[in-house]
């Protein structure tokens, strides 16, 4: 039973009043209920099962387990109600959702700036708003800011030179800065800074000039855009009151600050409270360093600069040391909240009670997180950022793997791993279209073609080599072995591509790392895919079976890492994993090609009549061969005819010659 795994941390849980979560190996909140006594209630699980099918059902998937604690069951009562709302876990009889919520990311780094759906914020010169609940409110606010400020929606590189504008110019969802006669820069720095505005939270301005506009092109008789325009508004009504944007102060809102330190780092709990109820808890971790030398003040300061500098502050803020230059950081609060903000560290009250409330889950969060398994997954991604010289830590990685035989069934695969962890719901599977594949597998054995149809070198290196051993998928020896090769850098490339271009298209974040199951050749391939679509600055390494090695762009030689290293323990996990997704579905593959009869293309046959005719006449050449007074009796005069047709249109095979 999965829940018996779990035996140790329960036994370390509070026994005080709480929430507790039930997660399974994806990731997903399985069930959510509240507890007078956080362990008694949570071990009672231990022997519950028996006991109904839905409890056993639970107990067979729960793999991981969170608990947050509260002063009194009546305030667990409360946030056991919000967090069924909010999370939708399957177990509490309701639809499930998403775990985390989507920011937007407004990348001001950029000469010319996109709208972009991010999984979370970073410090990195562009502009953040969310977090966005429900996910879809974000897509619909970032489709928003296209049609009514005309932000560009593509990746290509502005210079303002193209001939002419493209589509979304002609259905007024781009004010086109590709053309520089239509759009300056200037401009379009104008409709970045509405944007801005927008995302900012500065909704009651815009809607009433959108209520302006929407009566303009009534009155003009233009109802469609009037229409519009109306739906505009509802959504930008939607997204001021879902963001808890507040113009008033109020007691009911406030954030407190709870802090953990340690050897290993620290760790922060913000419970943001809106009307009196707490709406989210957002945890924040500083390295060891951080946590250690800076101390708990200077820690505290960093993280009110790094939350609210993509969030607006509430009236009143409350931390649990004094921070230095308090005066300074509640001005700087408040011009960017546009309100008078207050730090304060309560000492007594309701105000109190919520700062230890989060302090108490700041000391949980760093027990979980700075566990042994935590730890090490810490250290493996801390040691792969350092070894491919990555400018932060990895936290999401994609894998890609290819599975063939002599380029048969050809399947791709894509697995995610975030903070360490595999998501399987978020494992992608792969049926290889062949539309440029197709022509590689005919071309000369020295030469591939490139995406633009253009004849291309073959690789240099490892990958030249038919017996190579970074060869992705399934292995093929023999003759065709470079056509395996050339097959394994097409569907490289066109699986790479199309799982590009699908987080293109939705706005959704890129990952952190992108790792290939193969050597130069594959790596190479899914760098044409980045540069089709001007994702060059996608970081991708090709990891090479058997020997182990670590591939990159930038380097001649791999990077050969010791078969302890924590890094490549990670790499090899993760790529194992895409190689077991992608066979299990080539597998599958093949199991259906060989399960299926010719007979089933024929219009009328189904299976019960597919069956009549095989016991009539034994096999598909018999059938073939019959009459249509043959057919007649097994399947009436209209189908025998469809029968006859279908044969009559295709080949004779060798094997039905008789």
């Known amino acids: 039973m999965a829940i018996r ?51 056993d059902a639970l107990l067979k998937e729960v793999t991981r387990l969170e608990v947050i604690v509260t002063d009194s069951l009546v305030e667990a009562l409360a946030l056991e109600n919000h967090l069924i709302k909010q999370r939708a876990p399957r177990f509490n009889i309701l639809l499930r959702d998403d775990k985390n919520y989507p920011y937007l990311q407004l990348t001001t780094a950029e000469a010319f700036p996109r709208v972009l759906v991010a999984r979370r914020v970073a410090r990195d010169g562009n502009h953040y708003a969310g977090p966005f609940l429900p996910a879809t409110l974000a897509r619909k606010t970032m489709s928003l800011t296209h049609k009514l400020f005309g932000i560009r929606s593509c990746n290509e590189v502005i210079t303002g030179r193209r001939d002419r504008a493209c589509l ?38 815009l809607i009433a000039d959108l209520k302006r506009r929407m009566l303009l092109a009534s009155d003009d008789l233009r109802y469609e855009e009037a229409a519009q325009i109306r739906d505009a508004i509802k959504t930008v009504e939607t997204l001021r009151d879902r963001q808890q944007k507040m113009s008033t102060v109020r007691l009911g809102d406030r954030d407190a600050f709870g802090i953990k330190t ?69 001005g700087w609060l408040s011009e960017h909240a546009g309100r008078k903000v207050t730090l304060s560290v309560p000492k007594r009250g309701d105000k109190r009670g919520l700062l230890d409330l989060a302090t108490r889950n700041a000391v949980l969060g760093y027990r979980s997180r700075y566990s042994d398994e935590g730890m090490a997954r810490g250290q ?54 062949g539309d440029r594949w197709g022509e590689e597998r005919t071309a000369a054995p020295g030469a591939r073609r490139s995406r633009s149809g253009r004849r291309a070198r073959k690789p240099a290196g490892p990958a030249a080599r038919p017996a190579s051993s970074d060869v992705g998928g399934s292995s093929s020896n023999g003759a065709g072995g470079v056509e395996r090769l050339l097959d394994d850098f097409a569907a490289m490339h ?33 760098y044409e895919a980045f540069g089709a679509l001007g994702l060059s600055n996608l970081v991708a390494v090709g990891l090479a079976k058997k020997e182990e090695l670590v591939f990159t762009r930038d380097a001649s030689d791999p990077i050969i890492l010791e078969p302890t290293s924590a890094a490549l323990l ?35 046959v189904g299976a019960r009549r597919r069956l009549a005719l095989l016991t009539r006449f034994g096999s598909v050449a018999n059938i073939r061969r019959a009459t249509r007074e043959e057919l007649v009796p097994v399947l009436g005069a209209r189908v025998a005819d469809a029968v006859i047709r279908y044969f009559a249109d295709r080949p004779r095979r060798r094997a039905d010659v008789p």
Request: glycine share 8%.
């Open 5 to 55: 795994d779990l035996k140790a941390q329960i036994t370390r849980l509070p026994e005080q009043p709480g929430v507790y979560l039930y997660f399974n190996d994806a990731d997903e909140t399985l069930y959510i209920g509240r507890a007078r006594a956080l362990r008694d209630r949570v071990r009672s699980y231990l022997s519950a099962y028996g006991s109904s099918p839905k409890t």
């Open 168 to 205: 979304e110019y002609d259905i007024k969802r781009c004010v086109a800065p590709c053309v520089e006669e239509i759009c300056s820069q200037t401009q379009y720095g104008e409709a970045v800074e509405h944007t801005r505005m927008f995302l900012e939270g500065r909704n009651d301005e």
């Open 262 to 330: 340690g050897p290993a780092g620290a760790v922060i709990q913000v419970f943001q409270m809106r009307g009196g109820r707490v709406i989210e808890r957002v945890e924040l971790v500083a390295s060891a360093s951080a946590g250690n030398a800076a101390g708990e003040q200077e820690t505290v300061q960093a993280a009110l600069q790094q939350f609210y500098e993509v969030r607006t502050a509430p009236p009143e803020v409350h931390v649990p040391v004094e921070v230095e230059d308090k005066e300074s950081v509640e």
């Open 380 to 433: 493996a991604l801390e040691e792969l950022r350092q070894v491919l010289g990555l400018p932060a830590v990895p936290r999401r990685i994609e894998c890609f793997d290819i599975s063939t035989i002599q380029g048969s069934e050809t399947v791709g695969s894509m697995v995610v791993c975030e903070d360490g962890r595999l998501v399987r719901k978020e494992y992608r599977k792969y049926r290889v279209r």
């Open 494 to 526: 066109e699986v790479v591509g199309r799982r590009c271009r699908r987080l293109l298209d939705n706005g959704d974040p890129l990952p952190d790392l992108v790792v290939i199951d193969g050597g130069k050749g594959q790596l190479s391939a899914a």
């Open 570 to 604: 990670l790499l090899q996990r993760i790529r194992d994993e895409a190689h077991r997704f992608a066979v299990t579905y080539h597998r599958n593959a093949r199991t259906r090609r060989d399960f299926r009869s010719e007979l089933d293309d024929i219009p009328g």
